[in-house]
């Protein structure tokens, strides 16, 4: 292998000594010519610096290499071109130039990837006008409606830019300071004559340089000039990047072709993901060549290989420099307005090859043939100085816009994303409406874009249209890259123009005809035909044809939008249109057969078309937009000002109509079940037809077309072609209506579903009025309608009605400007969100046929309306609201209400119901009818209330109802049919709807005598309306009454059944009552027995109250047997969960130790690592449980086999769900009975005598294990005391299935507390057991501490539950141990306290290594393997218990007086001391005295016992708690509460003086050789001393890590996050954990890091170290909170930043500020606290198993 060219060190140290940047430019000055000079240097000095070798360095070394090289970079190549530039020392030049130039007006800040930007929704021109965080905090938008985002990378803020704001255009750092000065002067006139020749020449050669490096495709040569001095034989192996092939691939190719290890490949595609391109080998020609080879064939099988090179080192050098060269000049420009314009000048300058020549335009041309990171560096330049200049920019537009179909033709054959192609800067040019109108002139860019898009889409049926089916996956691809064009035309009619020039209108005519040809390529692609016989074969692609459809939506608006800013553009356009329309239905009727239709004395001819048969298509844009187009000429007036101008004449309405109408028909058909054998493509279409994406150019669009038809015919014609159209022309014509259903072919309830839909289709042609130009309304009147109906179906949350309603091309829907008025916002609690109720005054206007319901959104909304009327005692009618008046041209539209045929269709539906035997009707059709006869009164009422006295109105429905159907009907008329079905017995549902309608006729019917002066006066007129509501009222009170009476017969039949029951059953309640008298009378004798209760309540010592006759009994969940808990007896367990905790760590630093080695006897008060045991509270018998547990074992075992293994328990580590509410467990707690009362007769020794023999016993002890393991020992047998048998062995008093029980759990606890293989023989097992109910204690004292809960009676029965059993648990585990082993950590523990005479024991840790709980907890339930070898039986174990309390008391209280610091001074207290302060300045002086200097002279007693107090107060309790549940000693009054008088209360309680000084005072003589042991301990000195680690009391509760309020200081602190690993690179998912604040680069390979031989990603990594496997993250970017337990467990909850409306957005995809919610944060931090993440995730992971499981350990 060849070794690099690279000089060593020593030889470029050599050059930098001697090197003099100054000399090399005033050189460059001096020469003939510049460019062969400047390409001298290059040649020699950049190989030498930057030809990297192999790239397999370590990282630290790899760290130093890449510091050198910046520094040989910036000195020998950089510093003599600033140099040469600014003519002296570039410090000073730069600073000079920097003051010469002014403020800068635009900010033009170049967003990094993630980083937050904002966009002010009501002053943003359009959404792509955003602001960074500085200029949105200085700008007057923070206080408007605004979105905020996080930026993709690449774009800029646009501050500054006027045509990017409608006001406010400046924040305070950017406003001009010279409003008036000439905008247009020249920049560079301010640069010295001198600076601008030299720039403009080394700009020019640097630029040059650049372009022909990036553009430069031999691999072995260098452009002219730049040859190395001496040419060496070393190459790079250059792997690029494609976004064909995957992570994987590329890594196992690489460790086959460069042999490296799966780190370093790893590492290896990052950088070529990151950056583009990778070196993965160096040496000489042969030796790449066959890691080239390899790579090729390796990745040829499925796809294109990957793209790899073998380049010459010195030519992979100048590329790399080519980079930092163009870095460079971004950043000498950013000094100087003027230095920009030259750079401008030089790379627009058109070179000597002629079009295209212009360094520009090179680079853009060449732009899919570069690499990621010179791509990146090149548009990051182009920002900088194009686009920064507005001179500049206007003509780089233009350069843009002529070659951008060729820059679209490379983007699409590219596979890069479009964020790295040069055709994104589309949307910095194409959204300044000056640029982009300017564009659709000179350069025709709008008929561009479109023939663009429209050449690349090739595939066509014979008739020209777009033809989608069984797309190949190259061209889905291609499909989708395509669509970004459609996505430039957006930009460019994102703003209509103010005013239009002669010329713009030209041109946009022009691109309104191209796209007129798009739309007519659509016109009729995918045509359906109905399956007849057998179900369709083969799913046709459906979703290609709505994708397009979806993007063109906005477009086809926006089209709109401009039309209806200028008459004349809207006229030509309209004839455009109809043209087009007329060209698509050519051959629309040829070939169809003629057919003429007669109904109701009315005739029409048409001819015959089948939706059932023939070929229908969803798609009809071309239909659509001329309806569109059609509604503007209404809402602009120009059809009544301008008719002459319009081709109206020609409209036929029939071809109008017939189109639009065919969809509707087959959307009728779907619903009716006729196209089930069309499979679910067509179900999709139906569905997006109506969803609220597509609708409005869709679905809303075909309806307009109806109304713009139906308003031009006759109504009687139109509804004639609607019936057959819908294929019931027979069945309303036939001469027996009541056969109707006997037709051959037709299923009766298809058809009863057909009518149905054809009569909301007439209601919605005559009904739908809310569109502008349809119906005399506003805009937003259309979105209040929107949200009312909405919210008719039940209150929604802001995002709910967001989605409901279309956005416009700003995604804007107008909800926030009518919201207000439609409803009222209720807030949320802790979880769900906010929601909007509709005001009750806006319920009237609901109409249950609104056109954008679905039909379960229909009958949901009803259900919601009818309960309103109930409750508020009103009738269930819900007739249409008052619609508004319509819009001249559509104005005869309300003759279809009153139309012969209409008349005949409603008399043929209510004669059916009159009949209601045949079943050839539904209640539905019913339903519809008197809709529609509602609507008709209604407008009846309306056109009345409006005309004038004398005008004679012509809408007469009242009267034609009343006349007799004509033949073939020979029904009577339709009011008559009416007061006829009024009081149908099946008809109740209607009723009101009927007596609805006759009152309305009534009411009419008096209008009209009224205005034709009739003589009758109003008190009559009133009379039918009256007797109508009279008539209502008697009978609701008839209906009440009787609901009255039927109730107090079932009360009283109830009342029978009792007194029959008892008198069966009299033993069983006279026993009962006598029971109760009994208790009675005791409570009422008791008082004066129980005076002193508050003395009587003592848990702990020879005092204490028992509770061993209370007898257990519980129930088996399982088999729901019931037992009684006995030591002998059955056993029974609980349910429990064991995990290893962090939450009340004081030291997350502390390494985790060898789990072999570890003694964890003492522990530490920092609390580093605990166990913690939770329980849900299930009870079962352990034989139930064990049965239940191999169950679920099996099951797994079998689930393997067919499915990976399930996620929410692990069975292998013993965990498993509990059986009754699947809460996650991983052992069971045996249930234990209580303890027995003390024993009053046995002698109580003092503390004094208690010691001595304690001592004595542990010595005897001592001797005996160590002659046992070492054989005969040399030293005298220490006495033994007297009836103290050392080698009894006492008997177990509890049965082997209790045994083995308690064995499992301590197993258990054992197991997840080391992290070890269960071992029944290591000594540590029993203290792993005392250690988590030491620890559960602990963490439970603290959460009633800081909620501020009482100590006893708050905590939930499951908790209370799980600390009972845990701790009685505990205190017997001892007895499934060896007894020898219990004793010696017995005598371990003591010994911290106690010397032991004659003990061997290594050192004991000094007390402020120790935590006083766990030594009380531990040495308390040891001591019993002690006890129980004294036989004397006249020793209590309880005495022994309160010596223990209080040695380990006083212990606590030294170790608190050894840690005080005097911290704040605050003012002492005046008045004397009391005797509790005296005592403990006494104690302080006693310990200054043994350590000397080491602790602080402090005379404030005051401030020492408080200080003692605080801190003694958490042992106190957490003692109180333990002694407890170990003794069922009942709890005093004032600790069931938190009033005052706590203290002495838990003083009393633990059987301790409430002056805890008094333990040391009277018992002085004993304590003080022990204080002065303790003192004088090594470790004590060490620790106060700084040498290890102090933990000071009391101590405080960890709390999860403060959260800035506003969500975007979070985004913009991610943003600046680089990963640790990748040189720099921005993290893709920055996430901060909540426990400690750290900030980890989640979710990618470059942060895996092995975790026990698995390699994980860095969140789980950081949980062992930070939260012992348990984990709370922030995902920053898409606000999101991840909680993470263990490697293969993990799940998202709600984040606690919400919205103005009280939602999260996970995602960010709604863009609405958020803000903390402290409430829950805080119940986030409880979960934390109560160590209830782990079971959160175990409910979250059983309640979605979806498919496809998130790998957790990779985040």
């Keep these: 292998m060849a070794e690099p060219s690279r000089d060593p060190p020593s030889a470029l140290s050599a050059d930098f000594m001697s090197f003099s940047p100054g000399d090399t430019a005033s050189r460059w000055l001096a020469c003939a010519d510049l460019q062969q000079e400047v390409y001298c240097h290059l040649a020699e000095y950049v190989p030498r610096i930057l030809c990297q070798g192999g790239g397999m360095a370590e990282h630290r070394e790899e760290q130093r290499e890449e510091q050198r090289e910046e520094l040989a970079l910036q000195l020998l190549l950089l510093a003599p071109l600033e140099w040469f530039l600014l003519g002296g020392e570039p410090a000073a030049g730069l600073a000079l130039l920097q003051q010469g130039g002014g403020a800068a007006a635009l900010c033009g800040h170049v967003f990094k990837v993630g980083e937050p930007t904002y966009s002010c929704r009501e002053c943003a021109a359009d959404p792509t006008c955003v602001l960074c965080m500085q200029c949105f905090l200085a700008s ?54 001198a600076v601008e020749e030299r720039s403009c020449s080394i700009f020019s050669i640097i630029l040059q340089y650049a372009v022909d490096l990036l553009t430069w495709e031999q691999e072995d040569q260098l452009p002219a000039g730049l040859e190395p001095p001496q040419r060496s034989d070393s190459y790079y192996c250059m792997l690029f990047n494609d976004e064909v092939h995957t992570y994987e691939q590329v890594i196992y190719t690489l460790q086959k072709a460069v042999n490296c290890s799966q780190k370093e490949a790893v590492s290896f595609a990052t950088t070529v993901d990151r950056d583009g391109r990778k070196s993965v080998r160096f040496g000489d020609h042969q030796f790449c060549e066959q890691a080239k080879a390899v790579i090729v064939r390796s990745t040829s099988r499925q796809s294109k290989p990957l793209r790899v090179q073998v380049m010459h080192s010195a030519l992979v050098a100048h590329q790399c420099f080519a980079l930092k060269a163009l870095g460079w000049l971004g950043q000498i420009i950013q000094y100087s307005d003027g230095l920009r314009r030259i750079l401008c000048q030089v790379g627009l300058r058109p070179g000597p090859e002629g079009e295209n020549s212009s360094l520009v335009d090179r680079l853009m041309l060449n732009d899919s043939k570069m690499w990621k990171g010179a791509r990146n560096v090149y548009h990051q330049l182009l920002m900088n100085s194009l686009l920064m200049d507005r001179k500049f920019k206007k003509l780089f537009a233009i350069r843009f816009a002529k070659n951008y179909e060729r820059l679209q033709s490379d983007f699409i054959r590219d596979d890069h994303d479009r964020q790295f192609s040069i055709t994104d800067l589309s949307v910095q040019i194409f959204t300044v409406p000056s640029l982009a109108r300017m564009l659709m002139v000179e350069e025709n860019l709008m008929m561009t874009i479109i023939r663009t898009f429209v050449d690349q889409l090739r595939h066509r049926d014979a008739q020209g249209r777009f033809q989608f089916d069984r797309y190949t996956a190259q061209q889905a691809f291609k499909f989708g890259r395509v669509q970004s064009l459609i996505g430039d035309l957006k930009y460019v009619l994102i703003s209509p123009p103010p005013q239009w020039s002669q010329q713009l209108r030209t041109k946009f005519l022009d691109g309104f005809e191209t796209f007129l040809d798009l739309l007519r390529c659509m016109q009729g692609m995918d045509p359906v035909v109905r399956q007849v016989g057998q179900h369709i074969e083969m799913e046709p692609e459906w979703e290609a044809a709505f994708t397009l459809q979806m993007k063109l939506t906005h477009i086809i608006t926006m089209m709109q939008e401009w039309c209806s800013t200028d008459e004349h553009v809207l006229i030509e356009a309209y004839k455009k249109c109809l043209s087009a329309l007329s060209q698509c239905q050519g051959g629309l009727p040829d070939g169809e057969q003629p057919i003429s239709l007669s109904l109701a004395g009315h005739t029409v001819d048409t001819f015959r078309y089948q939706v059932s048969q023939e070929k229908v298509s969803i798609h009809l844009p071309v239909c659509r937009l001329l309806a569109g187009l059609h509604v503007l000429l209404s809402k602009t007036e120009v059809a009544s000002r301008l008719p002459e101008q319009l081709p109206l004449g020609e409209l036929s309405p029939h071809l109008l109509i017939e189109l639009p109408l065919r969809c509707l028909v087959l959307c009728a058909q779907v619903h009716a079940g006729m196209w089930r054998r069309n499979g679910f493509s067509l179900i999709n279409q139906i569905y997006y037809y109506h969803n609220v994406k597509c609708r409005v150019e869709m679905f809303d669009k075909d309806l307009a077309m109806l109304q713009v038809g139906a308003s031009m015919m006759d109504p009687n014609h139109f509804l004639m072609i609607v019936l057959s159209r819908f294929e019931l022309f027979h069945t309303f014509s036939a001469a027996d209506l009541r056969r109707r259903y006997r037709e051959a072919n037709k299923d009766l309830a298809q058809q009863n579903t057909l009518i149905e839909e054809m009569l909301h289709l007439i209601i919605m042609v005559v009904g739908e009025r809310y569109v502008p130009g349809v119906g005399q309304v506003e805009l937003l009147d259309e979105v209040r309608r929107e949200i009312l109906h909405q919210l008719c179906i039940r209150p929604m949350a802001h995002s709910e009605l967001v989605k409901a309603l279309p956005e416009n091309g700003n995604k804007e829907t107008g909800l ?244 029959h029951f008892i008198n069966e059953n009299k033993e069983l309640f006279q026993q009962s009552m006598e029971d109760l008298e009994a208790a009675a009378t005791a409570t009422e004798h008791s008082p004066p027995s129980l005076e002193p209760t508050c003395v009587a309540h003592i848990c702990v010592g020879p005092m204490r109250v028992g509770g061993a006759e209370r007898r257990q009994l519980v129930t088996c969940i399982l088999c729901q047997e019931e037992q009684e808990v006995r030591g002998h007896g059955r056993a029974m367990v609980l349910a429990a969960f064991i995990q290893r905790s962090t939450v009340l760590s004081k030291n997350r630093s502390r390494g985790i130790p060898d789990p072999e080695r570890l003694d964890p006897l003492f522990m530490h008060p920092d609390l580093s690592v605990g166990v913690h045991t939770a329980s849900c509270g299930h009870i079962m018998h352990a034989t139930c449980w064990q049965r239940y547990f191999e169950a679920v074992q099996q099951k797994e075992q079998r689930r393997q086999q067919r499915l990976r293994g399930h996620t929410s328990y692990d069975v292998e580590n013993g965990e498993f769900l509990c059986p009754l509410c699947e809460c996650l467990s991983n052992t069971v707690i045996p249930l234990l009975p209580h303890a027995c009362s003390p024993d009053r007769s046995v002698e109580h020794p003092c503390l004094e005598t208690w010691l001595k023999r304690t001592n004595q016993q542990a010595a005897a002890l001592g001797f005996t294990h160590r002659k046992q393991s070492h054989g005969a020992a040399q030293q005298v047998e220490p006495a033994v005391p007297d009836r103290f048998r050392v080698g009894f062995d006492p008997q177990n008093s509890f049965s082997s299935g209790v045994g083995e029980m308690i064995n499992t759990f301590s197993m258990s606890a054992y197991k997840v507390g080391l992290k070890v293989n269960p071992n029944e023989q290591d000594p540590r097992v029993p203290v792993l057991s005392w250690s988590t109910c030491a620890y559960t204690l602990q963490s439970t004292e603290r959460l009633l501490m800081d909620e501020k809960k009482p100590l006893f009676g708050s905590l939930p029965c499951r908790q209370d539950d799980c600390l009972s059993s845990l701790t009685r648990f505990s205190s017997a585990c001892w007895t499934a141990a060896p007894i020898r082993t219990v004793q010696n950590h017995f005598i371990r523990l003591l010994s911290v306290l106690v010397p032991i005479p004659d003990s061997q024991l290594e050192d004991a840790p000094c007390i402020l290594d120790v935590d006083m709980f766990h030594l009380l907890v531990y040495s308390v339930l040891s001591y019993s393997s002690l ?49 509790e302060e005296q005592l403990t300045c006494q104690l302080y002086g006693r310990l200054r005295d043994h350590l000397g200097r080491c602790l602080p002279d402090i005379s404030c007693g005051w401030r020492l016992w408080r200080c003692v107090r605080a801190s003694v107060l958490p042992f106190l309790r957490t003692a109180a708690l333990f002694f407890h549940y170990m003794n069922s000693a009942s709890p005093p009054a004032d600790l069931l509460g938190t009033g005052p008088g706590q203290w002495e209360a838990l003083c009393s309680y633990l059987s301790l003086p409430s002056n805890l000084l008094l333990l040391y005072q009277n018992q002085r003589t004993l304590l003080e050789p022990l204080i002065h042991r303790w003192c004088c301990h090594p470790g004590v000195g060490q620790v106060l001393h700084g040498g290890g680690v102090l933990v000071r009391f009391p101590r405080e509760s960890n709390r999860l890590i403060d959260l800035p309020e506003d969500y975007s200081i979070l985004i913009n602190q991610a943003s600046s996050f680089t990963c640790p690993r990748s040189g720099g690179d921005k993290s893709r998912a920055p996430t901060l954990c909540l426990v400690c604040g750290c900030m980890l680069c989640s979710q990618s390979y470059c942060c895996q890091t092995e975790v026990e031989g698995e390699d994980v990603g860095a969140c789980t990594a950081h949980t062992f170290t930070c939260g012992a496997g348990i984990g709370l993250f922030l995902r920053v970017r898409e606000s999101q909170v991840l909680f993470v337990a263990g490697k293969t467990k993990g799940c998202f909850y709600p984040p606690p930043y919400l919205d103005d409306y009280g939602e999260t957005d996970p995602g960010l995809k709604r863009g609405n500020p958020l803000h903390l919610c402290s409430e829950r944060y805080q119940k986030i931090e409880r979960l934390w606290r109560q160590h209830g993440i782990a079971e959160v995730i175990g409910h979250a992971q059983e309640a979605n198993q979806t498919l496809v499981a998130i790998d957790w350990q990779h985040l």
């Design 1427 to 1475: 006890h129980s070898l004294d036989q004397s039986g006249r020793r209590s174990v309880d005495s022994a218990h309160l010596h223990l309390l209080h040695l380990v008391t006083v212990a606590h209280l030294v170790q608190v007086l050894l840690t005080f610091t005097t911290g704040e001074l605050s003012m002492d207290q005046d008045g004397e001391e009391s005797e």
């Design 140 to 193: 007057a938008h923070r206080h408007h409606r605004y979105r905020m985002t996080t930026s993709g990378g690449g774009g800029f803020c646009d501050c500054g830019d006027a045509e990017a704001w409608k006001t406010g255009p400046s924040c305070q750092n950017h406003t001009p300071a010279d409003q008036n000065r000439e905008t247009e002067e020249d920049p560079v006139s301010l640069l010295p004559p």
């Design 816 to 1059: 926030e400007r009518v919201i207000d008025s439609v409803a009222s916002f209720r807030k949320p609690g802790v979880t769900g969100r906010g929601l909007y109720e509709l005001r009750p005054e806006w319920s009237k206007r609901f109409d249950l046929y609104f056109h954008h319901y679905s039909r379960a959104d229909q009958s949901k909304a009803e259900e919601a309306q009818r309960n309103l009327r109930r409750q508020n005692g009103e009738d269930t009618a819900l007739p249409p609201p008052r619609p508004p008046p319509l819009c001249p041209l559509f104005g005869s539209l309300v003759n279809l209400l009153q139309c012969d045929a209409l008349l005949a269709l409603e008399g043929a539906v209510l004669q059916w119901a009159v009949e209601p035997s045949g079943g050839g009707w539904t209640e539905s059709m019913l339903q519809r009818v008197l809709h529609l006869v509602a609507m008709a009164l209604l407008e009846e009422q309306q056109q009345l209330e409006s005309s004038g006295a004398d005008e004679d109105v012509s809408f007469t429905f009242s009267t034609r109802i009343t006349r007799p159907g004509e033949a073939p009907s020979t029904s009577g008329s339709v009011l008559a049919l009416l007061e006829s079905l009024q009081n149908a017995p099946h008809l109740e549902v209607h009723k009101d709807m009927i007596t609805w309608i006759l009152k309305m006729v009534g009411n009419i019917k008096t209008t009209r005598e009224r205005t034709s002066g009739s003589s009758v006066s109003v008190s009559h007129g009133r009379r039918p309306e009256e007797s109508v509501r009279d008539k209502d009222k008697a009978e609701r009170k008839r209906k009440a009454e009787m609901a009255r009476l039927r109730r107090e017969k079932v009360m009283a039949q109830m009342s029978e059944m009792q007194k």
